[in-house]
């Protein structure tokens, strides 16, 4: 209808267009940058007739009207993309309900995004095909991950595994070399946000928690920081890696039954080392006490006899010689320590009767 709508002529007198037929003709067409009239055209009292005038457009009918906003609305039901979903304002008010709306313009369109998850997994299937073919010689490959992070991954279609470890002295993984012609690779495809939106909604939750709880700042600071935007996030990340205890960094992958066992074989471990020192002080104060013991005896032993062999010489000594071996002997064990000496006091003289 609009196609068949009369467009807005130029109204004018006969003879006014005389000689400029051509330009008129056309200034539908053409932009011209003036239009002519001819001036000897004049009326029957002689006077000059007034210049050529634009028809007013016609108006548009409400029934048109009526027609594009219903082709509008047909539109926005078949993407499911409302006014709401396009940033539009509506009745929400609170983040909740903005959320829940958004939710419901991504249900209505989601067979977009499976669509595109469809094409993905069919494009990287050909390339798990084509990648034997292509790689055939020993390479470094250079790899983007999703965060943006590059790394290398060494490939050799010459050697007999898979997957081949280079390990250190200590057994540690330092790097691995891949042969991607042995085997069979399948293709996951994950369709969502992009990576960018995920980590600003991952930083505003660290930040909830991370305000509730600030002692996990010891543990996932580094986590925090890192899904940052401003300069220099990374390089504080780094930092605060450094700081955090290694038994938490460690990748491990033993479920927690096997890391509780291994804790308390560890707890047992020490609480043996305590015990064996302290059985070996009480072997040491045993053995000391016996050597004492056997000290002792011996001692014992040695003035045994001495006493039997005073006792036999005294049968043939005279009180001389036994003072002399009784004075002796006192001055041996006063020298071994045996016999501490004594202030000896004068004696006072007996009265005599």
Known sequence: ??????????????????????????????????????????????????????????????????????????????TGQYDSSLGATSNERSGKAILAREKQGDTGTYHYIDNLARAIRHVTRQCIDLIPKIYDTARIARIIGMDGEVTMARIDP????????????QGNVIEKIYNPSIGKYDVVAVTGPAYATKRQEAAESMSQVLQGNPALWQVAGDLFVKNMDWPGAQEMSERLRKTIDPKILA???????????????????????????????????????????????????????????????????????????????????????????????????????
């Open 1 to 78: 209808m609009l196609a068949l709508a009369p467009k807005a002529p130029f109204i004018g007198y006969g003879g006014q267009f005389e000689g400029y037929e051509g330009q008129w003709k056309t200034a539908n067409v053409n932009n011209w940058p003036y239009l002519e009239v001819n001036a000897d055209a004049t009326d029957a009292l002689g006077n000059p007739l007034p210049l050529p005038q634009r028809a007013p457009p016609p108006l548009a009918q409400t029934g048109l009207i009526q027609a594009k906003m219903g082709a509008s609305d047909d539109i926005k039901s078949t």
């Open 158 to 169: 010459m050697q007999p595994e898979p997957v081949r470890k280079l390990e250190d002295e």
């Open 251 to 353: 990748d491990d992958d033993k479920s927690p039954e096997l890391q509780a066992a291994e804790k308390q074989i560890e707890e047992m471990g020490g609480m043996l080392q305590q015990m064996q020192g302290a059985l070996k002080n009480v072997e040491q104060s045993i053995e000391a006490q016996e050597m004492r013991t056997k000290q002792f005896e011996a001692q014992v032993k040695a003035y045994d006899a001495e006493t039997k062999r005073i006792g036999i010489m005294q049968a043939g000594m005279t009180p001389e010689q036994i003072q002399d071996t009784i004075d002796g002997t006192i001055d041996a064990a006063m020298q071994t320590g045996d016999l501490a000496p004594q202030t000896l006091t004068p004696q006072q003289p007996q009265p005599q009767m």
